[in-house]
């Protein structure tokens, strides 16, 4: 693999002596980043964890994007300090057609979870731009795509994977629940590690600017 991305950009040794090689931009490796990633999910049938407890792969993650498992080292001791809600051991410890009943149940509380933060993050959004973003559940390999803007939010729940040259948002189920439901603010989510923001960092910046306050403010 290592030799054939070396062969794109003339990276061979016996090449440099008559090649000069430039730099690949860094927005050109993000976006063959998303769609290798898309390609990747797409063509291993990877199915999110509510659907599928077994396919669950929250490793390649931490591959594509690093350190995205971090994530869940900070929730789950904000969990243990009663910041964030504990993990429903019924359902995780749960077998069989009971265990995909709770997960389904799971699943739908979370899709309106989603929901409820495209609604608040509609109301931060800038009057003159959409933001759109890829958001994935590292537990459960969730992946949700976002158009925002004043006039109106799009959430598509259970895509394939992240959207082409996209910002790459990193979280989980309790924060998504928290800031939907007013607990918590997406930037003490950011602050906290609750959530990581892969992409562009001046995009990164204006992003979590903007919504810094959705789910420490406005109204359900």
């Known amino acids: 693999m290592k030799n054939i991305f070396k062969a794109a950009i003339g990276g061979y040794e016996g090449r440099r002596r008559r090649l000069s090689c430039r730099p690949v931009p860094a927005m050109l490796w993000r976006c063959l980043f998303a769609v290798c990633l898309t390609l990747f999910l797409h063509a291993t049938g990877w199915t999110c964890g ?6 669950i792969r929250v490793g390649l993650l931490n591959w594509f994007y690093p350190e995205a498992l971090h994530v869940n080292g900070a ?3 904000a969990q243990q300090a009663g910041r964030l809600p504990r993990p429903d051991t019924e359902r995780l410890l749960a077998t069989g057609d009971y265990r995909k009943e709770l ?3 799971a699943f739908e509380k979370t899709k309106q979870a989603l929901h409820r933060l495209g609604a ?3 109301r931060e959004a800038a009057m003159d731009r959409t933001e759109q973003f890829s958001m994935v559940l590292v537990e459960n390999g969730l992946w949700s795509w976002f158009s925002i803007s004043r006039m109106h939010q799009t959430v598509a729940v ?3 994977g992240p959207g082409i040259s996209e910002l790459v948002v990193v979280t989980d ?3 998504v629940h928290a ?3 007013g607990d918590l603010s997406l930037s003490e989510a950011v602050e906290a590690g609750f959530m990581k923001l892969y992409g562009d960092p001046e995009r990164i910046d204006q992003f979590v600017t903007t919504y810094a ?3 420490g403010r406005n109204p359900p």
Do not use: E, F, K, L
């Open 158 to 160: 259970d895509v394939n």
């Open 120 to 122: 608040r993050m509609s």
């Open 103 to 105: 997960d389904a149940a």
């Open 50 to 55: 509510y659907h599928d407890p077994a396919s």
């Open 179 to 181: 800031i939907a439901g």
């Open 213 to 215: 306050g959705v789910g």
């Open 173 to 175: 189920d309790p924060v």
């Open 75 to 77: 929730i789950w001791r």
